[in-house]
């Protein structure tokens, strides 16, 4: 998962961003593998923090990128009025929430 993230200098890494959004591990990579590292993304998310960047692999509600919560847990009363929670930061500046 790690390597998914911070794996610049790795071909598999690269190829994997060609084919998913990371920030929800949403894209056409199908079986158990892939299963399994979406389920482990929540847990992942909750003990790293994140670098912005362009936003394209940062989770606007669930990554820790703005101080030391996630935006969903900090502010629960807008996340629950939120059509999509799963879009990154480079979508929601792009679309909105």
């Known amino acids: 998962m790690h390597r998914m993230h911070v794996g610049e200098q790795s071909s598999w890494a690269a190829w994997v961003r060609q084919h998913t959004c990371l920030a929800t591990l949403s894209g056409d990579l ?3 593998h892939w299963e399994s590292l979406r389920s482990l993304l929540p847990l992942y998310q909750a003990i790293t923090t994140v ?31 939120c059509k999509r929670g799963d ?7 792009s679309d909105g929430l």
């Open 30 to 32: 199908q079986g158990p």
């Open 87 to 93: 879009k990154s930061v480079a979508a929601t500046l």
């Open 51 to 81: 670098t912005v960047g362009d936003g394209q692999a940062t989770s606007f509600w669930q990554d820790v990128w703005l101080n030391d919560e996630c935006l969903s847990d900090r502010f629960p009363a807008l996340h629950s009025h």
